[in-house]
Nanobody, 117 residues
Framework: QVQVVESGGGLVQPGGSLRLSCAAS????????MAWYRQAPGKQRDLVAS?????????AESVKGRFTIAATPAKNTTVLTLQMNSLKAEDTAVYYC?????????WGQGTQVTVSS
């Protein structure tokens, strides 16, 4: 089992920045990829960015050049961050972190990001 917990959401003005964090614990040895997804009200959950153990990253077109994903191993945990710059109103959503381990996906509970003046 892998446990995933997000933090760092909040309210930010358009053009501002926010940094999300996600801590994965448990059987982290088996994690081969982690990702951030987001879900706006009434919409499906979409991929924002992902990173593999090999360091390969992938971004949604809408966030390229504005968001940066990074995974940092630490003792008994792996920390996944999402640095979000130049935020727009359309970035408002609940952001979810997940970890893939042995072909299973483990989700966090989500953290709300609201971009509004």
């Amino acid at each position: 089992q892998v446990q995933v917990v997000e933090s760092g959401g909040g309210l930010v003005q358009p053009g501002g920045s926010l940094r999300l964090s996600c801590a994965a614990s448990g059987f982290i040895f088996y994690i081969d990829a982690m990702a951030w997804y987001r879900q706006a009200p009434g919409k499906q959950r979409d991929l924002v960015a992902s990173v593999t153990n090999d360091g390969e990253t992938n971004y949604a077109e809408s966030v390229k050049g504005r968001f940066t994903i990074a995974a940092t191993p630490a003792k008994n945990t792996t920390v996944l961050t999402l640095q979000m710059n130049s935020l727009k109103a359309e970035d408002t959503a609940v952001y979810y972190c997940n970890a893939r381990a042995q072909s299973r996906i483990f989700w966090g509970q989500g953290t709300q990001v609201t971009v509004s003046s």
